[in-house]
């Protein structure tokens, strides 16, 4: 399966301040996805990084808090926005090979705001 | 997407077989059944993904009846590093978007 390397592994922020999270994959992919985990709950999907064009986002996510790139079939950014503490959460980024391929998962990036 | 229903919890002593059982009444025709674990500070790790019948691998078995509303995976012998959360997610192929319950927290004890 793909190496996925997300940066940073973890990062302690400021209110107000954005920070933006890297995917790089060893291989090309045809999809990647940005998901949400909180504290001891379960991922909550974000949105499908769209090579090329603007990501889909789900229901309750925006692109203006969660600024979206994928320039390339290897490579997606996630920017969390004007931080406050409820976004403190583990941020994960997936990909998938091919139809009916499973996903494969990153080990996320741990950000706490102060 | 199928909406999942699976135990919130479970559990096991080493060297036993576990079997977790997940209901998905909703499945659609094309859609697959698929099941990660995931450890503390880890993303989640991809274990078994099958469509009908059985699918067996290295790490477990997929049990998928007839009517595909449910499915069970089996995890031989486990030991306590198998102590982790175990999702089942059904996922429509071609688009492989991925909805995750609350999973079954599996303690496995000495």
């Known amino acids: 399966s793909a190496v996925i390397s997300q940066k940073p592994s973890r990062d302690i922020c400021q209110r107000g301040t954005s920070l933006t999270i890297q995917c790089q994959v060893d291989?090309?992919?045809?999809?990647m996805f940005w998901y949400r985990q909180q504290p001891g709950q379960s991922l909550t999907l974000i949105a499908t990084?769209?090579?090329?064009?603007?990501?889909?986002?789900e229901s309750g996510f925006v692109i203006d808090k969660f600024p979206i790139s994928r320039p390339n079939l290897t490579f997606s950014t996630l920017t969390v926005s004007n931080m406050s503490p409820e976004d403190s959460s583990i941020y994960l980024c997936?990909?998938?090979?091919?139809?009916?391929?499973?996903?494969?998962f990153g080990d996320g990036t741990r950000l706490s705001i102060l | 997407l199928a909406k999942t229903t699976q135990p919130i919890s479970m559990d096991s002593y080493e060297g036993q077989e576990v079997n977790i059982t997940c209901s998905h009444n909703?499945?659609?025709?094309?859609?697959?059944i698929t099941w990660y674990q995931q450890f503390p500070s880890q993303g989640p790790r991809f274990i078994i993904q099958?469509?009908?019948t059985k699918v067996t691998n290295e790490v477990a078995s997929l049990f998928i009846p007839a009517d595909r509303k449910s499915s069970t995976l089996s995890l031989p012998r486990v030991s306590l590093s198998d102590t982790a959360v175990y999702y089942c997610?059904?996922?429509?192929?071609?688009?492989?978007?991925?909805?995750f319950g609350a999973g079954t927290r599996l303690a496995v004890h000495p």
């Open positions: 997936s990909v998938v090979g091919g139809d009916n391929q499973p996903q494969h």
């Open positions: 291989s090309q992919v045809t999809m």
């Open positions: 990084a769209n090579q090329g064009s603007e990501a889909t986002y």
């Open positions: 909703n499945i659609a025709t094309n859609d697959y």
């Open positions: 099958g469509y009908k």
């Open positions: 997610l059904t996922f429509s192929g071609g688009y492989n978007k991925l909805i």
